[in-house]
């Protein structure tokens, strides 16, 4: 008997897209079936959805625009939505995909603020649907190792954890040349990225923040920092722009055909540019930031995050009463959307060739030497997250002790350091998370 498959949408065709239409048109077409995408610029996603189809040999699927998203739905019989859209747009779809009866799938951050995130919990609970959110690196082997050795009560109870979290200044660049450079949009890193972090961290202390205080600024990109360094030569946007030329920060959509198309191409409808300068005006987003944690359960986090450093990864130590577990993972970079990210299959396939550097997990115990953990590396994004991630996503969770599939709640608790460290960097003062939102 031929097995039901479940009629998908997804709504956001950029550079977040790839890993979803990869899947659904790959390893789990025998189980879903896409059967219409929607984006507000229609060249972008006809470039990409050709691209894919005839890659994936996958029929041609019905495009929508954006005001047409209800239609779809319903034209198409939607079942399932998935939400790659610009941030702060994600509770819109998210809720009126529900409201019509669908389930969805959304990428991080579940939203940028707490209005927008009451908004999805509302919803959620008015109309009953399901909302996954998709945090790829709690399936990642190394992180799971940690959830383990923690969930073990090896260390004992967990009384504080320093997160510091570098971006080099090629990915870094990145969210200060495209829409996230306007914290509008996105949040600021403490939401758009750190929602990663702080997720990991509720999920491995198995508790949620508390009281939250913040501090940041703007301290590396932006016009006034490069003055300050002694920039003379400026341009507001790469592509065709002499100055930029020979600039290790500068993105030219022009030698790159994907980029081309799904950029380059596309502005005419909506002046969208992808290849902004990260040493020009208008930049909202912060660079450097600190933050300062109690949980629930008394835990306090320290966490670091630059956006503008010569190398890439994290560092990540847990001090216990009976020891202490560190992790140190070193990441490769990468421009979203460039040749070498542009799909899951592709990325997975280059690194084959690539001899990654393995992290390593330290445990010592009072009065003991340290012991060094090993676990089962993999390959591909997020730390070989991204596959089992997709996997949970659309084969189902199954029995998992770690319970890794996270829903709103969890899409919620992650942001919500981020949002009450942005207020907390606005006002100067802590900021308690349940003065923000409404949970159980």
């Given at each position: 008997m031929a097995r039901t498959k479940t009629r998908i949408a997804q709504v956001g065709i950029g550079g977040r897209a790839g890993m979803f239409l990869d899947a659904v048109m790959g390893p789990y077409k025998d189980r879903t079936r896409l059967v219409g995408v929607c984006d507000i610029n229609r060249t972008r996603m006809e470039a990409v959805m050709e691209r894919y189809r005839k890659r994936n040999k996958y029929p041609k699927v019905p495009m929508y625009g954006a005001d047409a998203f209800e239609k779809m739905l319903a034209e198409r019989k939607v079942q399932r939505v998935v939400v790659t859209t610009m941030d702060?747009?994600?509770?819109?779809?998210?809720?009126?995909?529900?409201?019509?009866?669908?389930?969805?799938?959304?990428?991080?951050?579940?939203?940028?603020?707490?209005?927008?995130?009451?908004?999805?919990?509302?919803?959620v609970e008015r109309t009953g649907r399901d909302l996954t959110v998709t945090f790829n690196y709690r399936y990642s082997p190394r992180n799971s190792k940690v959830k383990e050795i923690l969930q073990s009560g090896e260390i004992g109870d967990v009384l504080s954890v320093h997160f510091e979290w570098l971006l080099d200044t090629k990915h870094g660049a990145d969210y200060f040349r495209r829409w996230h450079r306007d914290k509008a949009n996105s949040g600021g890193l403490l939401v758009h990225k750190s929602t990663h972090h702080f997720d990991l961290v509720n999920w491995w202390l198995d508790s949620t923040p508390e009281t939250v205080f913040a501090m940041g600024r703007l301290a590396f990109y932006g016009r006034e920092n490069a003055e300050k360094r002694g920039m003379t030569r400026f341009y507001s946007r790469a592509t065709g722009h002499p100055v930029a030329q020979d600039d290790p920060f500068a993105l030219h959509l022009d030698r790159d055909e994907r980029l081309k198309a799904m950029y380059l191409d596309a502005e005419v409808e909506d002046g969208y540019q992808r290849d902004q300068s990260v040493f020009g005006y208008n930049i909202s987003t912060e660079d450097t930031l600190g933050v300062l944690v109690r949980y629930r359960?008394?835990?306090?986090?320290?966490?670091s995050l630059n956006a503008h450093c010569p190398w890439e990864g994290f560092r990540v130590m847990f001090n216990g009463t009976k020891g202490r577990l560190e992790l140190n993972v070193a990441e490769n970079?990468?421009?979203?959307?460039?040749?070498?990210?542009?799909?899951?299959?592709?990325?997975?396939?280059?690194?084959?060739?690539?001899?990654?550097?393995?992290?390593?997990?330290?445990?010592?115990?009072?009065?003991?030497?340290?012991?060094?953990?090993?676990?089962?590396?993999?390959?591909?994004?997020?730390?070989?997250?991204?596959?089992?991630?997709?996997?949970?996503?659309?084969?189902?969770?199954?029995?998992?002790?770690?319970?890794?599939?996270?829903?709103?709640?969890?899409?919620?608790?992650?942001?919500?350091?981020?949002v009450a460290g942005n207020l907390a960097i606005a006002t100067g003062l802590p900021v308690r998370t349940r003065d923000l939102v409404r949970l159980p």
């Open positions: 702060r747009t994600h509770d819109d779809y998210i809720c009126r995909a529900m409201e019509a009866g669908c389930d969805v799938i959304t990428e991080k951050p579940m939203t940028i603020d707490a209005p927008r995130c009451q908004r999805i919990l509302d919803t359960n008394q835990a306090i986090l320290t966490y970079s990468y421009v979203s959307t460039s040749k070498d990210d542009i799909n899951l299959a592709e990325n997975l396939e280059k690194e084959k060739e690539v001899k990654l550097q393995v992290p390593v997990i330290l445990v010592q115990k009072h009065w003991q030497k340290p012991r060094e953990v090993t676990y089962e590396s993999a390959k591909g994004g997020h730390g070989g997250g991204d596959v089992r991630l997709l996997r949970d996503v659309f084969e189902g969770a199954g029995d998992d002790p770690l319970r890794r599939a996270a829903g709103h709640l969890d899409g919620a608790w992650s942001i919500l350091t981020g």
